[in-house]
């Protein structure tokens, strides 16, 4: 099979400018959405969390998975890709990211450092397992229900993963918006290897996929945490209401383009 008909059997979106703004978009709703159910409604960050003889990190995180889970399934046996499906994966995964990465660093006890690590380890466990079985870990080879299901495996590590890196950027003295420039800028270096170096663009993708996530936690949690915090204390739902909206916009032109195109 050649590259063209690889690329037109394959499940994923193509990795396109609009894709990179839609996954920022889709990583700092999870940020929003999921400290929404944990802590807003959960009441995780309350007096009262710690008499609660369930986490409401574990429970939001079970919630999540639970729906990350059933959308997998259905993007599996798409026959197809799908935009909208596609995109709510991604955001169950973000949202689980987030729930599962504060349930490991805070409710577990390892820290940031621990979690960030023990995270990093199972991507790379799941890059490397995906490679040995299939030869290749490029998005563009998704069309089988094994690759696809390595490519969701790996993007939920790597979501979990971006949010302990970006907690711990934000809590080591960086704050918020210092952080989402830190992790700007790293994203910045990486464009500037894909177009001006031939360095993996296979490595260039994993790299920048995982940064992305980082980048949305600081910026969600610069949108809802206290201003004593660093943060501007805006409401949790209102946030993930707007960020939904934006991405269901970008999602609904981005296929009207498309359709625009195949009819010209």
Do not use: N
């Not at 991507?123 to 290749?136: D, N, P």
């Not at 700007?184 to 500037?192: D, F």
């Amino acid at each position: 099979m050649d590259d063209r008909s690889e690329a037109a059997l394959s499940k994923v979106p193509a990795v396109t400018l609009g894709f990179w703004v839609i996954k920022i978009l889709a990583t700092t709703l999870g940020e929003t959405g999921g400290d929404a159910v944990t802590m807003t409604w959960l009441g995780e960050t309350t007096p009262q969390a710690s008499q609660s003889s369930i986490s409401g990190y574990l429970l939001g995180t079970l919630l999540f998975g639970a729906l990350l889970f059933g959308l997998v399934i259905a993007q599996i046996r798409a026959r197809r890709f799908h935009a909208w499906l596609y995109w709510a994966t991604i955001v169950a995964s973000t949202t689980c990211g987030t729930t599962l990465a504060d349930f490991a660093d805070r409710s577990l006890g390892i820290g940031y450092r621990g979690g960030s690590l023990l995270l990093l380890a199972c991507v790379l466990a799941s890059l490397l397992a995906w490679y040995r079985t299939l030869g290749t870990v490029a998005v563009e080879s998704v069309s089988s229900a094994q690759a696809e299901a390595f490519y969701w495996i790996t993007i939920t590590f790597s979501q979990t993963l971006g949010t302990a890196l970006g907690d711990w950027a934000a809590d080591s003295g960086l704050g918020y918006a210092r952080g989402a420039i830190l992790f700007g800028a790293c994203l910045a270096a990486l464009a500037a290897l894909y177009f001006g170096t031939r360095a993996s663009h296979v490595a260039l993708f994993w790299s920048a996929f995982i940064l992305t996530r980082p980048l949305g936690a600081t910026v969600g949690d610069f949108f809802d945490k206290p201003h004593a915090q660093g943060g501007l204390e805006i409401s949790r739902p209102l946030a993930s209401l707007v960020l939904g909206a934006a991405i269901a916009g970008l999602i609904f032109l981005s296929s009207t383009v498309k359709r625009y195109r195949e009819w010209d």
